[in-house]
């Protein structure tokens, strides 16, 4: 069973304040996608990165791939309350399947 | 704006009660899943479907729960009988079947169930 380990389980800053997320794994994936839940919804779609290496950037957010597709990287820069929610990265395992991590849950202080 | 829904969003049950949570897809996506989010285990995917056969159900107790499909719009998950343990989130989420690595999983509100 491939595992998605995050770090760190809980982080609680202020804002204006940047941060970074991990997602480490000893297995491969396919794709590596990134959520956010807030309480009582359902995790939403972040971004998406398939190739090693690879770089995506959603406004204040930067994601990053690692080269061997093990492992992942969500950095987000001045850090806002509306950033407050539970980060969960995803690893593709074939076309439908993914395996979510430990999540990490972020508490933006204004 | 599609998305998927839950019902009952909350369950309040006894144990050895039976429990049926309904989904309904977004239309037109032949992919659904069901997960179990607690706090201990994190997001666990239970089963799912493509075109309404089951492919993999191998993260179910296969003792106690059931999931099927009786048409393209519903999906239904039952525990029978429910015990304390099973008190969690449960999601469905849909999704067209993912030709692409971009394609992606729309996730329903969830239904909170407390088995006491």
């Known amino acids: 069973t491939q595992l998605l380990e995050q770090s760190p389980q809980f982080l609680s800053i202020q804002e204006g304040e940047n941060l970074t997320v991990y997602c480490n794994s000893s297995s491969v994936f396919s794709s590596l996608q990134w959520y956010r839940q807030e309480p009582g919804e359902g995790p939403v779609l972040l971004v998406t990165?398939?190739?090693?290496?690879e770089v995506k950037k959603l406004k204040r957010l930067t994601f990053q791939f690692g080269d061997a597709r093990k492992d992942s990287s969500l950095h987000i820069t001045a850090a806002q309350p509306g950033d407050t929610g539970l980060y969960l990265c995803?690893?593709?395992?074939?076309?439908?399947?993914?395996?979510f991590g430990t999540g990490t849950r972020l508490q933006v202080f204004p | 704006d599609a998305r998927v829904t839950q019902t009952p969003r909350h369950k309040v049950t006894e144990m050895g009660q039976e429990v049926t949570m309904r989904c309904q897809p977004i239309l037109g996506h032949n992919t659904v899943f069901w997960y179990r989010q607690t706090m201990m285990q994190g997001l666990e995917l239970l089963a799912y479907?493509?075109?309404?056969?089951?492919?993999?159900d191998s993260g179910m107790p296969k003792d106690r729960f059931s999931a099927e499909m009786p048409d393209a719009t519903l999906a239904t998950l039952k525990i029978q009988p429910s015990e304390p343990r099973d008190s969690a989130v449960y999601f469905c989420?849909?999704?067209?079947?993912?030709?692409?690595?971009?394609?992606?999983?729309?996730f329903g509100p969830g239904t909170r169930l407390t088995v006491l």
């Open positions: 990165v398939v190739t090693g290496g």
């Open positions: 989420a849909s999704g067209p079947t993912r030709i692409s690595f971009a394609d992606t999983q729309y």
């Open positions: 995803a690893g593709g395992e074939g076309t439908d399947k993914l395996i």
């Open positions: 479907f493509r075109n309404r056969a089951p492919l993999d």
